[in-house]
């Protein structure tokens, strides 16, 4: 038997990780571990399906720029195919981690928002199992248009559809309402989303089955509740929801909330350890 292939539909960016050695001196300097690679939901999530076991497609705009070759190729080093139009500049995020783990994000997302549905092959999706759509591509049009289609591509090619809130104050500024009509619109099988996301989108908006992330608390699978697994050291939080979602489409509960230990261990959002 052929293994899954898990599609991935949204934004691969230059992810600059700041690991602050403490409070930001404002105005003067502060120690850090600063390091650079690729990241995006959307590739976060294809990057840990294909660590997990799984094959892996990326689908979206990416930028014809050294920052877009860069990521291009270190995602397909992880055996991950990656589909799209190359266009503009890049998508970066700079993400900084205080010293406990926890993390905030200054985003660009370039390119990535300007797919465009007549962009979009037919051929991506004609064979993919899952396709898993980032929040952050329901947020902007013309990418608000392409995933959707995107989703009945392969909704009618048989796939299932997942799709992550990504972000509430993303939502927020993008809009609730808009967002709310493109979350209905895609109609996904499963909705990943922290309990903010949950709160300000509502669940009245789709008929799905939604994983509510709780952060070192745990997760909660429909009425599953489970506790987060004991790890040494949180080193890094970037990028464990969407291990989080590859480990579940992957394997399940016990499989999502392992790749999430393995992911706060490190420092970056994708596996350290290339698949074999």
Not at 28 to 50: K, L, S
Not at 66 to 87: M, T, Y
Request: proline share 4%; glycine share 12%.
């Amino acid at each position: 038997m052929r293994a899954m292939l898990v599609c991935a539909l949204g934004d691969l960016t230059l992810d600059v990780i700041v690991r602050l050695a403490g409070p930001v001196a404002a105005g003067g300097d502060t120690d850090a571990e600063i390091r650079i690679g690729p990241g995006g939901q959307a590739a976060n999530v294809a990057a840990w399906a294909a660590e997990l076991g799984a094959s892996a497609r990326f689908v979206g705009k990416t930028g014809a720029d050294e920052a877009g070759d860069l990521v291009r190729s270190k995602l397909a080093a992880h055996a991950i195919d990656v589909c799209g139009p190359i266009e503009g500049r890049n998508g970066s995020i700079c993400s900084l981690v205080s010293p406990d783990g926890n993390r905030s994000m200054a985003a660009d997302r370039g390119s990535a928002r300007e797919l465009r549905v007549d962009e979009l092959d037919m051929a991506w999706f004609a064979d993919c199992d899952v396709l898993h759509v980032s929040g952050y591509a329901l947020m902007h049009e013309p990418v608000r248009s392409a995933a959707i289609h995107a989703g009945e591509l392969a909704r009618s090619a048989g796939a299932g559809i997942t799709t992550d809130l990504a972000s509430w104050s993303a939502i927020r500024d993008s809009g609730v309402a808009a967002f709310g009509e493109a979350l209905g619109a895609l109609a996904p099988e499963v909705v990943f989303a922290t309990a903010e996301e949950e709160r300000v989108v509502g669940r009245s908006l789709v008929d799905a089955f939604w994983i509510v992330k709780h952060g070192a608390q745990g997760c909660s699978f429909g009425e599953d509740e489970r506790e987060a697994l004991p790890v040494e050291q949180v080193l890094d939080t970037t990028g464990a929801g969407d291990a989080l979602a590859a480990g579940w489409i992957v394997g399940g509960p016990e499989l999502a909330l392992d790749a999430a230990a393995r992911c706060v261990q490190q420092v970056g959002a994708m596996p350290l350890a290339s698949p074999a």
